[in-house]
Nanobody
Framework: QVQLVESGGGLVQAGGSLRLSCAASGRTFSSYTMGWFRQAPGKEREFVAA????????RYADSVKGRFTISRDNAENTVYLQMNSLKPEDTAVYYC?????????????????WGQGTQVTVSS
């Protein structure tokens, strides 16, 4: 298991940008598939983006494709989510997650390690 800590959330106006970071502990970070999920009030947690262990493959939810970019720095044990052209409907708590399964799935069950979440609020 890895320990995950997210940062970078905040309040931003529609059309603005934020970059979320997720710092991981442990020496095996580079072996994990990493993902970002989000949960808005009253809604179920949903997939946002995922990245392979090498960073060579990525996958995005249709709702964020073209606006969000996931990346990772294995030397720094960190995964990022660059969010541009933010919309009020992007408002949610964003969670970083790690999976041992080397497949870019969109469901949460394969992800065994989760961070505490960081709030992103987009005002209209």
């Amino acid at each position: 298991q890895v320990q995950l800590v997210e940062s970078g959330g905040g309040l931003v106006q529609a059309g603005g940008s934020l970059r979320l970071s997720c710092a991981a502990s442990g020496r095996t970070f580079s072996s994990y598939t990493m993902g970002w999920f989000r949960q808005a009030p009253g809604k179920e947690r949903e997939f946002v983006a995922a990245i392979s262990w090498s960073g060579g493959s990525t996958r995005y939810a249709d709702s964020v494709k073209g606006r969000f970019t996931i990346s990772r720095d294995n030397a720094e044990n960190t995964v990022y989510l660059q969010m541009n052209s933010l919309k009020p409907e992007d408002t949610a708590v964003y969670y970083c997650a790690a999976s041992r399964i080397p497949v870019l799935v969109t469901t949460s069950s394969p992800f065994g390690s989760w961070g505490q979440g960081t709030q992103v609020t987009v005002s209209s």
